[in-house]
Structure formats: C-alpha cells, structure tokens
C-alpha cells in the first residue's frame, strides 16, 4: 500500500497495471492522520509490496506519484520491472495509474523549469538512468531516456527515491556504489551532477553530460561496522558551493 498525506474523501477504484488486482485510491476512514491511499497490492500475502514513493507536482499543478514494487512475487529479472506512476488532477483526491517505466528502480520525479524528469538506477543495467515525461506525466518513451553514469565493473548503483536539487547553475543528486558479487557490502556514496541547461522549458537535460563526484569518504574515527551510507540526501546549504568548488564533490559534514 502506498499512502499521501493529504486530506482526502472516496473515490473509485481503478486496475493495477498487471490486471491481477484492484488498484483503490481512497481515504482511509480509519486514519486519524487525512491519508490517502495511492496504490494498494492486495490481496494481502500475495507476496507484493508497495514502496520507493516519489511526488512531484507538475507545471499544470496535478500530482505525479511514483512507486515500485517489491516482495518475492516481483520478479526482478525481468527488465520490464519498473516503477509505476499515478497521477491525481483533483489536488489528491483521487490517483490513477497512468504510466510505466520500466528498468527504473527507485528513481526520482523533478521538474526542471517546466519538464518532468525520473532520475535513478536503472535495475538491471548497472547505470545510473534519466527518464523525460510528457508534460502531462503520462507519456515516457524509451526514445526519452538514457543512460547517464555506469558503473565500473564489478559494482552497481542503488538509491532511494531522494531528493534531486537545482543548485548554482547545476542538477544533483546522491547515489551509493554496491558491490554486485554481495549486495550487502555497500561502497561509496557519490553525488552526480549536470548542468542546466539554457533552453527555457529544461528539455534540454537529457542531452547533459553528468558527471560523479570523487567518493565521499568516510570519518576515520567510526567503526568499521557502520562504515557505510545507504539512500543519502543532498540539501542545499551554505557550504555548497565551496565544497563543490573545491572537491568536485561533497567532503563536509553539512554539506549534503
């Protein structure tokens, strides 16, 4: 089940995009907290679960929401898993499933002046991949993603569905390195980052070459066994630009 937090009344239900089970989007009449539900995958104990949610409100000012889903009934390799996308024009209402996009796990929604993006790990492929919508959020052709990083040999990339920040005249956004031989020995975390570009509605972003920061090292002085960083965010702060300036990447505590 996928929630948002808004306060919102009934409404109908739709098909997930398998066809294997109702998809609701409804308040929850037993919340005390106005959630709403986005995405459900019942039955319960079919082995699917719900999560990795993304939201990003688009320039017509309707809600775009992504998720991905997870479990032992998910099988991930198939390289047509991916994340799901539902959108609501009645300010959260109500959500529709509108789009797949396959290959993307935990991947990112922005807007860059008035284009929609989906930036994460590409599941299968070892890359990192950018994803541009239609304006509307419902179209993703194949023809409008690409691969933007990949990862050296032996390694993978892995996030969660954190923030992507428009900062000084570039895009960033955090990443891990994982190694694929033990997906739970984690390496680094990177920040990658491109350019904005000068066109005015931002389609431009897909043609960007991205590039990743040096390694974020480690504090010395913590134990080894916690000696790793899993689904990092970057935020905008004061050190930003002297740190980016002056390691290509981020070495501060507060910097990101």
Request: hydrophobic residues 40%; glycine residues 8%.
């Amino acid at each position: 089940m996928l929630l948002l937090g808004l306060s919102l009344a009934e409404a109908p239900q739709a098909a997930d995009p398998d066809g294997s089970s109702a998809c609701s989007s409804s308040a929850l009449r037993d919340s005390s907290l106005n959630l709403s539900e986005v995405a459900w995958s019942g039955p319960e104990q079919r082995g699917v679960y719900i999560g990795a949610p993304s939201i990003v409100r688009l320039p017509s000012g309707d809600l775009l929401v992504s998720s991905n889903a997870f479990g032992s009934a998910v099988n991930f390799s198939d390289p047509a898993t991916g994340a799901v996308l539902h959108k609501s024009t009645d300010e959260g209402e109500s959500f529709a499933t509108v789009a797949t996009v396959a290959n993307a796990c935990d991947n990112t929604l922005f807007v860059l002046k008035n284009t929609v993006y989906f930036l994460g790990a590409a599941c299968h492929l070892d890359a990192m991949q950018l994803s541009r919508g239609s304006a509307d959020g419902t179209q993703w052709p194949v023809s409008d993603r690409r691969i933007v990083l990949t990862a050296a040999a032996g390694m993978s990339y892995a996030n969660a569905p954190t923030a992507v920040v428009e900062a000084n005249g570039k895009v960033y956004r955090a990443v891990e390195s994982v190694f694929k031989a033990d997906n739970t020995a984690w390496g680094s975390s990177l920040i990658l980052f491109a350019t904005v570009p000068p066109d005015k509605d931002g389609r431009g972003l897909l043609e960007q070459t991205w590039t990743a920061s040096k390694p974020l090292p480690f504090a010395k002085d913590w134990p080894r066994a916690v000696r790793t960083k899993l689904s990092n965010n970057i935020l905008m702060c004061t050190f930003l630009c002297e740190t980016v300036g002056a390691f290509n990447g981020f070495t501060r505590t507060g910097s990101g």
